[in-house]
C-alpha cells in the first residue's frame, strides 16, 4: 500500500454544506440515504470515500447516474459535473451485524452505535472522508428501537422515528448515531450566560445507579472550561452513552459522546480509586474536545496531535486542578515514560507530527497524546501563563469553525506573544527523546551549570537539530532554596551561571519542565538530599526513583534509597498519595528501559528477580511500621472517590504488599472485610501473586460475573499475576472460560494484553510459548478487529533490548505474524515498522 503523506496535501476539490442522512435500520440491512449539498471548493473530480458499502442508487441533481466504483470509493469526472453547487443523493445498504471492526455503524449487545474517527463514516456512506470538509447534518432515523439519537439537538420524533439536527458545521468523522433499549440517567447545566443544557448519560436498564460520578465530573468539565479557558458549551443538549464493545476510550462526536462503559459507570463496590480517576480524566476530556477537536478540528491527520496534545493537557491542568497538582503530574511523567519514553526508543519512534501513514489508526499513540501534551506545558512554560491565555483567546477567535494545522497553532502564539517558535517547531516534527547531560562546577562563589542536548537516531531520522528545553531549575542550601528560576537550552551546549556564596545541591528539570531523559546524578549525596528537602515536589519524588534505578539497573547499594524513601512514608506532614508514590517501584519495564538505555541486553527475570529483592529489603526495613502505617490511614465510613481517602487507600495498601513480601497470608483478611473494590482488588491481586488466591479468584468471580468491567479485572489480574514460569499455561486455560468474549475489546484486552504487558517475565518466558500465544491470539483477532488487533503488536516493540535467544523467538513470531495470509494493512503496517 502506498503511504498518505503530508507534503502531498491539496485542499478540497469540492466542499459541503448541508447533509442530510436517512437511516432505516435493520442488524443486518440497513439502508441509508443521503443527500448531499455541495459547493466547489478547488475544483475537479468528485471522489467520494466509501468502504464496505452497497450502493443501491445515486443521482446529481435528480438524474440518475452510474458513477465509477473503485476499492476505497467512487469517482465522478469533474465533465460530469455541474459547474456550480448541485445535490448528491445516494442509498447504500450496510451491515452492522458483520461489522466487527467496530468501525463506521456496528453492534454492541443488540444496540446499534458508531465510530467514525479517523475513517469510518465511510463506512456508513459515500462522502468526502475528510476532516476539512465540514457541514451541517440533519439526520433522521427510523426503525423499531426505543432509543434513538444522533448529534446535536432533537427536531422531532415519533413512532419509528426520530429526527437529530446538530447546526454547528462538522467533519464527518464527529457523526454519531446510537439506537437501542437504553435508559438515561438526567441532569442540567446552566452556562455561566444562563443558557439550560440538558445532560443525559445512556446505559442499559440496571446501570442507571452507576453514572453518578460521571455526571458529577462532566457537570465539573463544564464549569472548569469556562472558568480557566473561557469556553461555554454550544447546544440545548449534551448526551453520553455508554457502550460495551468499544476500541477506544471513548470518542468525542459532537452532542453525542459515546463511552467505553468502562469510563462511564463506576460504584465504590465495583470501580477502583483509579478508575474513578480515570472517568473523571476521560469524560473530562471528552467535553474539551468540544472546543479543541470539534469547533476547531484537523485540517488533516497528520495535525491529530493539534487537538490530541490540546485536549490531553486540557484534561491534564483539570485533573490537577481537581485533586493534586504534584501527584498528577508524577502520574503523567510515570505514563509518559511508560508508554511514550518507550515508543520514542524503539522502532516505533515517530513525531508528534507524523509525515506520513499507511493505517492513521495506528497513530493514535503515546507520542501523539501524551508527547504532544508535553509540547504544550513546555509552550505554556516558555511564554508563560498569561501569554499562554492571551494565545488561547487568539486561537478560538482566528479558527473557530476552522480546520487547522500546526503552523496555524504555532502562528497564535507568536501573535500574542511575540515569541519566535521556529525552532520550536522542530519539537512536532523530530522523533526521539532528547537526553540532557549536565556538568557542574562551583568556583569563588559562581556555580556554573553546563548543560548538552543530544537526540539519538530515530528511524528515518539520522540527524537530529538541537530543540529548545525549557529547565526549570532551583538551587539548595543548607538554609533552603537560594535561587531559582527558567532557562531554556536552545543550543547544542549552553552554560547557566549563578552566585552563590556556597556549592549548593542543583534541583534541575523541576515538575519534569520538558519531555527529555536528564542525565544528572551530580555530586555523591545530592539525590539524597533531594529526597530529603526538595522544595520542588516532582524532584524530590524523582530523586527517589533515581536512587531505587541506581540498584536495579547498576546494583548500587539501596542504603539512601531505603533511608530517604522511609522518611517520606513516615512523614505525616506529607500528602499520602505523595507518600505512596514515592514507595512506589519502577516497573519492570522501566527498569529494562534504563538497563537497554546503557546498552546492555535484558534478562527479564533477573529484572523481575531483582526487584522483589528491592521490595522486600524495603519490607525488612520498615519492619513493624508498616502495619501500623496501614492502620494509620484507615478510612472508616462511607467510601468517597475524592478527597483525601483515596491517597490514604493507596499507601494502606501499599503497606499491605509490603507486608505481604514478608507475610503470604497477610491479604487473607484484608480481602474478606474489604467493603470497597480498590482494597478487595488490591487484596486479591497480592494473593494471586502468592499463589494463594484459588478460593478468593472464585468468590469473586461468583460475585461479580454479571458485570463485564469487573470480569475484565477477574482475567486481567490472573494474566498480571501468574507466576511467570506458569503464566503462558494460566492465561491459556483462560482463554476457555465460558466468560472470555474474546471479541469484545475489552475482554480481549484484559487477558492478552493484561499478560503481555502486565506480565513481563511471562511474556518473556524463555522458551517463547508467551510470544506463540500473543501471536496466535493477535492473528486470530486481526481477521475481525484490526484495529486492537494491530494495537497489541505494539507489545513486541521492545524486541531488540533482549537477548539473542529472545531477539530470535520474537522475530520468529513477528515473521509468521506478517506472512499470514489476509492480514490487514493496519497489522501488517505495526509489524513492518517494528522489524524494520
Ligand atoms: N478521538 C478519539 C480517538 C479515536 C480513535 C480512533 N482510532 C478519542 C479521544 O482521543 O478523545
Ligand atoms: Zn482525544
Not at 415519533?158 to 433499549?181: I, M, N, Q, R, T
Not at 507489545?795 to 531488540?800: C, K, L, Q
Request: proline share 6%; glycine share 8%; net charge negative.
Amino acid at each position: 500500500p502506498v503511504p498518505t503523506r503530508l507534503q502531498d496535501y491539496t485542499p478540497p476539490a469540492w466542499l459541503v454544506e448541508t447533509v442530510h442522512l436517512t437511516f432505516r435500520l435493520d442488524p443486518e440491512a440497513t439502508v441509508v440515504r443521503s443527500e448531499i449539498r455541495f459547493v466547489p471548493g478547488a475544483g475537479g473530480d468528485l471522489h467520494l470515500d466509501g468502504q464496505a458499502l452497497r450502493l443501491l442508487s445515486a443521482s446529481i441533481n435528480g438524474e440518475a447516474i452510474r458513477p465509477d466504483l473503485h476499492e476505497c470509493g467512487l469517482t465522478v469526472l469533474e465533465e460530469q459535473l455541474p459547474d456550480g453547487p448541485f445535490t448528491w443523493v445516494a442509498e447504500t445498504r450496510i451491515n452492522p451485524q458483520a461489522n466487527t471492526a467496530l468501525e463506521g455503524l456496528y453492534m454492541s449487545n443488540g444496540m446499534y452505535c458508531t465510530q467514525c474517527e479517523a475513517e469510518g463514516f465511510r463506512r456508513i456512506t459515500y462522502f468526502p472522508d475528510r476532516p476539512d470538509v465540514m457541514a451541517v447534518y440533519t439526520v433522521r432515523i427510523e426503525g423499531a428501537e426505543p432509543v434513538m439519537l444522533s448529534n446535536g439537538n432533537p427536531a422531532g420524533s415519533g413512532e419509528g422515528w426520530a429526527e437529530w439536527h446538530d447546526p454547528w458545521p462538522k467533519p464527518s468523522y464527529l457523526f454519531a448515531l446510537v439506537a437501542g433499549d437504553l435508559r438515561s440517567v438526567e441532569d442540567s447545566f446552566t452556562t455561566r450566560s444562563g443558557r439550560d443544557v440538558d445532560l443525559r448519560i445512556w446505559v442499559r436498564d440496571g446501570d442507571q445507579d452507576r453514572c453518578a460520578y460521571a455526571m458529577d465530573s462532566l457537570k465539573r468539565s463544564m464549569k472548569w472550561d469556562e472558568e480557566v479557558y473561557g469556553r461555554e458549551y454550544d447546544l440545548d443538549l449534551f448526551q453520553i452513552v455508554a457502550v460495551d464493545d468499544f476500541n477506544a476510550g471513548a470518542m468525542e462526536n459532537k452532542g453525542l459522546n459515546i463511552f467505553n462503559s468502562k469510563y462511564v459507570l463506576a460504584s465504590p463496590e465495583t470501580a477502583t480509586d483509579g478508575d474513578f480517576e480515570g472517568i473523571e480524566s476521560v469524560i473530562a476530556h471528552e467535553y474539551f474536545h468540544n472546543w479543541t477537536g470539534n469547533r476547531i478540528t484537523c485540517r488533516d491527520w497528520f495535525q491529530l496531535s493539534l487537538k490530541e496534545g490540546l485536549t490531553v493537557f486540557r484534561d491534564q491542568q483539570f485533573s490537577a486542578d481537581m485533586r493534586s497538582e504534584p501527584v498528577k503530574r508524577i502520574d503523567d511523567v510515570l505514563r509518559l515514560r511508560a508508554a511514550q519514553f518507550r515508543e520514542d526508543a524503539g522502532p516505533l519512534a515517530h513525531p508528534v507530527r507524523p509525515a506520513e501513514y499507511i493505517e492513521i489508526n495506528n497513530f493514535y499513540t503515546a507520542t501523539v497524546y501524551e508527547k504532544g501534551a508535553e509540547l504544550i506545558r513546555m509552550l505554556r512554560e516558555i511564554v508563560g501563563a498569561e501569554g499562554y491565555a492571551k494565545a488561547l483567546d487568539l486561537y478560538f477567535e482566528r479558527h473557530d469553525g476552522e480546520a487547522a494545522t500546526i503552523e496555524d497553532w504555532l502562528k497564535v502564539f507568536e501573535d500574542a506573544t511575540g515569541h519566535d517558535l521556529t525552532q520550536f517547531k522542530r519539537w512536532y516534527e523530530q522523533a526521539g527523546t532528547p537526553r540532557v547531560h549536565v556538568a557542574e562546577q562551583f568556583e569563588d562563589g559562581r556555580f556554573t551549570l553546563t548543560f548538552r542536548q543530544e537526540t539519538p537516531p530515530t528511524p528515518g531520522q539520522p540527524e537530529k537539530a538541537p530543540v529548545p528545553i525549557p529547565i526549570r531549575w532551583g538551587l539548595l542550601g543548607a538554609q533552603g532554596e537560594v535561587a531559582a528560576g527558567t532557562f531554556v537550552l536552545d543550543k547544542a551546549q549552553d552554560s547557566l551561571i549563578v552566585e552563590v556564596p556556597e556549592r549548593p545541591v542543583p534541583s534541575l528539570l523541576r515538575g519534569f519542565s520538558a519531555p527529555v531523559i536528564l542525565m544528572h546524578e551530580g555530586a555523591p549525596g545530592d539525590r539524597a538530599a533531594r529526597l530529603a528537602r526538595d522544595t520542588d515536589p516532582f524532584n524530590r519524588w524523582e530523586a527517589g526513583r533515581s536512587l531505587a534505578l541506581d540498584t536495579l539497573v547498576q546494583g548500587a547499594d539501596p542504603q539512601d534509597w531505603l533511608d530517604g524513601t522511609i522518611a517520606v512514608a513516615m512523614d505525616e506532614t506529607l500528602d499520602p498519595t505523595f507518600r505512596a508514590l514515592a514507595l512506589g517501584l519502577p516497573s519492570e519495564d522501566e527498569i529494562a528501559r534504563q538497563i537497554a538505555e546503557t546498552g546492555r541486553s535484558v534478562d527479564p527475570d533477573a529484572v523481575r528477580a531483582d526487584r522483589i529483592g528491592l521490595d522486600r529489603k524495603l519490607a525488612e526495613a520498615l519492619g513493624p511500621r508498616a502495619a501500623e502505617l496501614r492502620a494509620a490511614m484507615a478510612t472508616p465510613g462511607p467510601y468517597s472517590p475524592d478527597g483525601d481517602a483515596p491517597g490514604k487507600r493507596e499507601l494502606a495498601n501499599r503497606m499491605l504488599g509490603l507486608m505481604t513480601r514478608l507475610d503470604p497470608t497477610a491479604p487473607e483478611a484484608p480481602f474478606a472485610d474489604a467493603t470497597n473494590m480498590t482494597d478487595r482488588l488490591t487484596a486479591l491481586a497480592l494473593l494471586v501473586r502468592e499463589g494463594r488466591g484459588e478460593a478468593a479468584l472464585a468468590e469473586f468471580h461468583a460475585q461479580w460475573q454479571h458485570l463485564p468491567g469487573v470480569v475484565d479485572k477477574w482475567f486481567a489480574v490472573q494474566a498480571g499475576q501468574a507466576a511467570p514460569d506458569r503464566a503462558v499455561e494460566v492465561v491459556t486455560a483462560l482463554t476457555e472460560h465460558p466468560d472470555f468474549n474474546w471479541k469484545t475489546p475489552n475482554r480481549f484486552r484484559a487477558l492478552v494484553g493484561g499478560f503481555a504487558g502486565g506480565n513481563p517475565a511471562g511474556f518473556h518466558r524463555v522458551d517463547g510459548a508467551g510470544y506463540r500465544f500473543v501471536a496466535d491470539w493477535l492473528i486470530r483477532l486481526d481477521k475481525l478487529n484490526p484495529m486492537t488487533a494491530a494495537r497489541l503488536s505494539g507489545v513486541f516493540e521492545t524486541w531488540r533490548r533482549y537477548d539473542d535467544t529472545r531477539q530470535d523467538l520474537m522475530e520468529a513470531e513477528l515473521e509468521r505474524i506478517a506472512s499470514t495470509d489476509g492480514l490487514s494493512r493496519d497489522t501488517a503496517e505495526m509489524i513492518g515498522r517494528i522489524r524494520a
